[in-house]
Nanobody
Framework: QVQLVESGGGLVQAGGSLRLSCAAS??????????MGWYRQTPGKPRDLVAA???????NYADSVKGRFTISRDNAKNTVYLQMNSLKPEDTAVYYC??????????????WGQGTQVTVSS
């Protein structure tokens, strides 16, 4: 059973930093991880991409976080990180880890973590 476990959220003042972690387990030999990333959601709004990292090393960032957030990954640990610097109150949201896994046959599956709250005070 594939699980994504997030950690690192919390309360921080504007201008501060936080580092989110997401550890994937249960992948085994059936799946390969194609993309891992972070999304965020505020009440009444859709879940939006924050940053994503492909297995080939390509990254994609939301315009609002470029230059402030950095996504990285430890392939050996199947863990993805989101370093968030220069945080702003508008970064306040529940952050969700996402992993897209692919079988040898090419089927893709989407998995989500439980979410971690990030609150930035002004």
């Amino acid at each position: 059973q594939v699980q994504l476990v997030e950690s690192g959220g919390g309360l921080v003042q504007a201008g501060g930093s936080l580092r989110l972690s997401c550890a994937a387990s249960g992948i085994g030999s059936i799946f390969s991880v194609t993309v891992m990333g972070w999304y965020r959601q505020t009440p009444g709004k859709p879940r939006d991409l924050v940053a994503a990292l492909t297995s080939g090393g390509s990254t994609n960032y939301a315009d609002s976080v470029k230059g402030r957030f950095t996504i990285s990954r430890d392939n050996a640990k199947n863990t993805v990180y989101l370093q968030m610097n220069s945080l702003k109150p508008e970064d306040t949201a529940v952050y969700y880890c996402n992993a897209v896994l692919q079988t040898r046959g090419g089927s893709k599956y989407d998995y989500w973590g439980q979410g971690t709250q990030v609150t930035v005070s002004s």
